[in-house]
């Protein structure tokens, strides 16, 4: 077994967002945020349809074109959080522009089912934009906050290898992540973004190495078949445990980053649990077989 | 919207749709094959030509010529872009080296050449047939003989780490001097490369003035701006496209030869052209993380108190490059009222290193398990069951290991017998710390296992 801390910075970045309502009642997102497989479509639907009170499957969203607002794209952990804050400040400004269409007190406004509500009246929130599409673009801004305060995640990584008494391979058995990330968006694509990231930490521990040609002056591994990467196969059991909080200080979404925490220190609890289970303390990555093998403890 | 003060209540915390466990909603689109990659936008461009790359041969040098006649003349081939006839280009602050080389070459498998033809196949035949004779100059590839000559340099990321070549707090060396336990250990990590499962690949058309790109991108905003100053056109006229990617880890924040090279073919040919990295291109002609050694040197009471830390990491990157950003998480996480914090940055002439799976801060924290998991491994991990039907150690016969480890070599391995609070039998080494802090006893050492 190891384990060890995993501590990876909460970074706030300006997003904008446009959001349409048609006469539908059909809620369209448009950003530039990109999505590269971490779930930023389905984050950035759930934040519409919550703030503008309609059911998931009312809600498009389009991403990835640069005739759309300015986003804090994806990078860094900082993607998820900021974009659906750009999208909540978008979201704000079409619930002004329903309010002020129905009729409604912007501040008393409730919207949820598909309805807007206020005092003992409602009207279909499709209603706003029976005489043509109603559309509303904002971003979110930062102030000092990331300055005044430490905007971080924090995290702890355990590990259980086993390694080959006679050849000294490691096999990862199962992985632990316990995160401090803030409001968690969506547990299903967070989990996965971490267990990806834990799995890319294992394979920065046991496997992964350009090497060299120090004459050449290039790497030499340059393909799948030398370059090896690790796949969740590799790994029986992965876990993930998000500890509930909400952290009012990092944006409206009360979010943070998500999914680098999940490789912030994998590689360090590997090498701790190597050491556990062999008494060789290895500190120089990747822990390949080869650094093992001549100070194999004996084992009758 | 300014968000300036803390957030109060507001209609995300109804948490109807937010926070609950939802399929992804492109999900259908990735598993039935129809969510469109950078590659992949056929009824946009059904005449699109393909493009491939040729990279440099050498690691540094100069293209004394270049041969294209037999790749011209080869069946199906419409152009080939080479520095001579790109056109007049820029580089954006994005980039190290320049994404198209020639006549000087920064680094192996930088792109020499664009062979644009009817289909992938003879593109990449005719580029086969292309002849580049190179005056190689020598380089520098070896990052641990930089070890005593790499300058110091400052820096972060911007996210509050920033810091001067030398950071000091206290006095680290007195402090450490008088520590009753230490440790004093050097770690090093390798190059490593994303290995996102869609390598770099970009579409582009021209209409009039006009670009438009279809590419893999993780900012959009960041790939307009760099294409505007790497082709010398204004914002206005780059659109950039990239609805789905398949994986980045930071090799896809900043544009690459992919991208710039199908814009310049795609004018050359006069129709879109569409060019996408094999893969065996990519750890090259692309970015890496850089490889660092560190030396982390931490001074502690008997209780675990840490008085004294010093983390200083090597890392090295073209001409320019910007250090592995290695010590950042020291700064900000661990405690200790003397500290050292210094980066070091050696020229090498290898691929450009870059940003990837956070920069500098996927290893950092090996050194965390002290000593919290030494105190815990010598009390009740000891009593777990162990010894697997595998393989897995015993830690009773882990104990002659360790002995062993730490009357060899290690200021650090416990005690055998060590219980819980007493195990602060180790002493300091007299070792590199004595000979100044980079003076450190071998590059050799870091060649092999430590």
Same mark, same amino acid.
């Given at each position: 077994?190891?384990?060890?801390?995993?501590?990876?910075?909460?970074?706030?970045?300006?997003?904008?967002?446009?959001?349409?309502?048609?006469?539908?009642?059909?809620?369209?997102?448009?950003?530039?945020?990109?999505?590269?497989?971490?779930?930023?479509?389905?984050?950035?639907?759930?934040?519409?349809?919550?703030?503008?009170? @309609?059911?998931?499957?009312?809600?498009?969203? +389009?991403?990835?074109?640069?005739?759309?607002?300015?986003?804090?794209?994806?990078?860094?952990?900082?993607?998820?959080?900021?974009?659906?804050?750009?999208?909540?400040?978008?979201?704000?400004?079409?619930?002004?522009?329903?309010?002020?269409?129905?009729?409604?007190?912007?501040?008393?406004?409730?919207?949820? &089912?598909?309805?807007?509500?206020?005092?003992?009246?409602? @009207?279909?929130?499709?209603?706003?934009?029976?005489?043509?599409?109603?559309?509303?673009?904002?971003?979110?801004?930062?102030?000092?906050?990331?300055?005044?305060?430490?905007?971080?995640?924090?995290?702890?990584?355990?590990?259980? =290898?086993? =390694? +080959?008494?006679?050849?000294?391979?490691?096999?990862?058995?199962?992985?632990? !992540?316990?995160?401090?990330?803030?409001?968690?968006?969506?547990?299903?694509?967070?989990?996965?973004? =971490?267990?990806? !990231?834990?799995?890319?930490?294992?394979?920065?521990?046991?496997?992964?190495?350009?090497?060299?040609?120090?004459?050449?002056?290039?790497?030499?591994? +340059? &393909?799948?078949?030398?370059?090896?990467?690790?796949? +969740?196969?590799?790994?029986?059991?992965?876990?993930?445990?998000?500890?509930?909080?909400?952290?009012?200080?990092?944006?409206?979404?009360?979010?943070?980053?998500?999914?680098?925490?999940?490789?912030?220190?994998?590689?360090?609890? @590997?090498?701790?649990?190597?050491?556990?289970?062999?008494?060789?303390?290895?500190?120089?990555?990747?822990?390949?077989?080869?650094?093992?093998?001549?100070?194999?403890?004996?084992?009758? | 919207?300014?968000?300036?003060?803390?957030?109060?209540?507001?209609?995300?915390?109804?948490?109807?749709?937010?926070?609950?466990? $939802?399929?992804?909603?492109?999900?259908?689109?990735?598993?039935?094959?129809?969510?469109?990659?950078?590659?992949?936008?056929?009824?946009?461009?059904?005449?699109?030509?393909?493009?491939?790359?040729?990279?440099?041969?050498?690691?540094?040098?100069?293209?004394?010529?270049?041969?294209?006649?037999?790749?011209?003349?080869?069946?199906?081939?419409?152009?080939?872009?080479?520095?001579?006839?790109?056109?007049?280009?820029?580089?954006?602050?994005?980039?190290?080296?320049?994404?198209?080389?020639?006549?000087?070459?920064? #680094?192996?498998?930088?792109?020499?050449?664009?062979?644009?033809?009817?289909?992938?196949?003879?593109?990449?035949?005719?580029?086969?047939?292309?002849?580049?004779?190179?005056?190689?100059?020598?380089?520098?590839?070896?990052?641990?003989?930089?070890?005593?000559?790499?300058?110091?340099?400052?820096?972060?990321?911007?996210?509050?780490?920033?810091?001067?070549?030398?950071?000091?707090?206290?006095?680290?060396?007195?402090?450490?001097?008088?520590?009753?336990?230490?440790?004093?250990?050097?770690?090093?990590?390798?190059?490593?490369?994303?290995?996102?499962?869609?390598?770099?690949?970009?579409?582009?058309?021209?209409?009039?003035?006009?670009?438009?790109?279809?590419?893999?991108?993780?900012?959009?905003?960041?790939?307009?701006?760099?294409?505007?100053?790497?082709?010398?056109?204004?914002?206005?006229?780059?659109?950039?496209?990239?609805?789905?990617?398949?994986?980045?880890?930071?090799?896809?924040?900043?544009?690459? %030869?992919?991208?710039?090279?199908?814009?310049?073919?795609?004018?050359?040919?006069?129709?879109?052209?569409?060019?996408?990295? $094999?893969?065996?291109?990519?750890?090259?002609?692309?970015? #890496?993380?850089?490889?660092?050694?560190?030396?982390?040197?931490?001074?502690?009471?008997?209780?675990?108190?840490? $008085?004294?830390?010093?983390?200083?990491?090597?890392?090295?990157?073209?001409?320019?490059?910007?250090?592995?950003?290695?010590?950042?998480? $020291?700064?900000?996480?661990?405690?200790?009222?003397?500290?050292?914090?210094?980066?070091?940055?050696?020229?090498?002439?290898?691929?450009?290193?870059?940003?990837?799976?956070?920069?500098?801060?996927?290893?950092?924290?090996?050194?965390?398990?002290?000593?919290?998991?030494?105190?815990?491994?010598?009390?009740?991990?000891?009593?777990?069951?162990?010894?697997?039907?595998?393989? #897995?150690?015993?830690?009773?016969?882990?104990? %002659?290991?360790?002995?062993?480890?730490?009357?060899?070599? %290690?200021?650090?391995?416990?005690?055998?017998?060590?219980?819980?609070?007493?195990?602060?039998? #180790?002493?300091?080494?007299?070792?590199?710390?004595?000979?100044?802090?980079?003076?450190?006893?071998?590059?050799?050492?870091?060649?092999?296992?430590?």
């Amino acid at each position: 077994m190891g384990v060890a801390a995993a501590f990876r910075n909460n970074l706030l970045t300006k997003s904008a967002a446009r959001v349409r309502l048609d006469r539908n009642g059909k809620v369209t997102v448009e950003t530039d945020m990109t999505d590269i497989g971490t779930g930023s479509y389905t984050i950035i639907a759930q934040t519409a349809a919550e703030m503008m009170g @309609v059911a998931l499957q009312d809600v498009v969203v +389009h991403l990835g074109d640069s005739s759309f607002p300015v986003s804090a794209g994806s990078g860094g952990q900082w993607g998820g959080n900021n974009s659906t804050a750009g999208v909540y400040a978008a979201c704000v400004k079409l619930r002004e522009a329903v309010a002020q269409k129905l009729g409604f007190n912007s501040a008393d406004a409730q919207f949820s &089912d598909g309805k807007v509500r206020s005092g003992n009246r409602d @009207v279909p929130l499709a209603q706003a934009a029976a005489d043509g599409e109603l559309v509303a673009e904002d971003a979110i801004e930062y102030g000092d906050l990331g300055k005044t305060y430490q905007q971080s995640t924090f995290g702890a990584h355990f590990v259980e =290898v086993g =390694v +080959h008494a006679a050849t000294g391979e490691t096999r990862m058995r199962r992985m632990l !992540a316990v995160c401090a990330c803030g409001r968690i968006l969506n547990p299903k694509t967070a989990r996965s973004q =971490v267990i990806g !990231a834990m799995t890319m930490g294992a394979g920065a521990a046991l496997m992964e190495e350009l090497v060299v040609d120090k004459r050449g002056g290039f790497f030499v591994n +340059h &393909d799948l078949a030398s370059y090896e990467v690790p796949v +969740h196969a590799d790994i029986p059991h992965q876990e993930v445990i998000f500890l509930d909080e909400a952290d009012p200080v990092s944006s409206p979404m009360k979010a943070k980053g998500v999914a680098e925490l999940g490789i912030c220190g994998v590689a360090a609890a @590997v090498a701790n649990a190597i050491y556990h289970a062999t008494g060789i303390r290895v500190r120089d990555y990747p822990i390949t077989l080869d650094k093992l093998l001549t100070r194999l403890p004996n084992v009758a | 919207m300014k968000f300036d003060t803390p957030a109060a209540q507001n209609p995300i915390d109804q948490l109807k749709v937010v926070g609950r466990a $939802t399929d992804r909603i492109d999900g259908k689109f990735k598993t039935t094959g129809t969510a469109r990659y950078a590659y992949e936008w056929h009824e946009v461009a059904p005449d699109a030509a393909y493009g491939y790359i040729v990279g440099a041969g050498i690691a540094k040098g100069r293209i004394r010529a270049m041969d294209l006649g037999a790749a011209r003349a080869a069946p199906g081939v419409i152009t080939i872009v080479t520095y001579e006839n790109a056109g007049d280009l820029g580089k954006s602050q994005s980039n190290i080296a320049r994404l198209l080389g020639g006549p000087d070459i920064e #680094h192996y498998e930088q792109a020499v050449a664009l062979v644009v033809a009817e289909t992938f196949e003879t593109a990449r035949a005719a580029a086969r047939l292309i002849r580049i004779d190179y005056d190689r100059a020598p380089g520098r590839f070896d990052l641990a003989a930089q070890m005593n000559s790499a300058p110091p340099v400052g820096g972060g990321s911007g996210e509050g780490s920033g810091s001067p070549p030398i950071d000091r707090v206290g006095d680290f060396e007195a402090a450490f001097a008088s520590a009753p336990v230490t440790l004093d250990e050097t770690y090093s990590t390798a190059n490593e490369s994303h290995s996102m499962m869609e390598p770099h690949a970009s579409l582009a058309m021209w209409q009039r003035d006009k670009l438009t790109v279809w590419t893999s991108s993780q900012m959009i905003a960041w790939a307009v701006r760099d294409l505007s100053a790497t082709l010398k056109i204004p914002k206005e006229n780059v659109r950039v496209l990239s609805p789905y990617i398949g994986g980045g880890f930071g090799a896809k924040l900043w544009i690459r %030869s992919d991208a710039v090279l199908a814009a310049i073919g795609s004018r050359l040919a006069g129709r879109p052209v569409k060019v996408a990295l $094999t893969r065996p291109q990519v750890p090259n002609n692309t970015v #890496h993380r850089p490889a660092t050694i560190q030396r982390v040197r931490i001074g502690a009471d008997h209780d675990g108190t840490i $008085t004294a830390i010093a983390h200083e990491s090597l890392s090295g990157n073209l001409p320019d490059g910007k250090p592995e950003t290695a010590t950042d998480q $020291t700064k900000l996480l661990y405690a200790g009222a003397n500290r050292l914090i210094s980066m070091r940055l050696a020229t090498l002439d290898l691929p450009e290193g870059n940003a990837m799976r956070p920069r500098g801060r996927r290893r950092g924290w090996r050194f965390s398990r002290w000593p919290w998991t030494r105190w815990r491994k010598s009390s009740a991990w000891t009593r777990s069951p162990s010894g697997s039907p595998m393989t #897995h150690r015993s830690i009773r016969r882990n104990r %002659s290991a360790r002995s062993r480890s730490a009357g060899s070599r %290690s200021a650090f391995a416990p005690a055998p017998s060590a219980s819980a609070g007493t195990g602060a039998t #180790h002493s300091p080494q007299p070792r590199a710390r004595d000979r100044g802090w980079w003076a450190w006893e071998s590059p050799r050492r870091f060649a092999t296992t430590c």
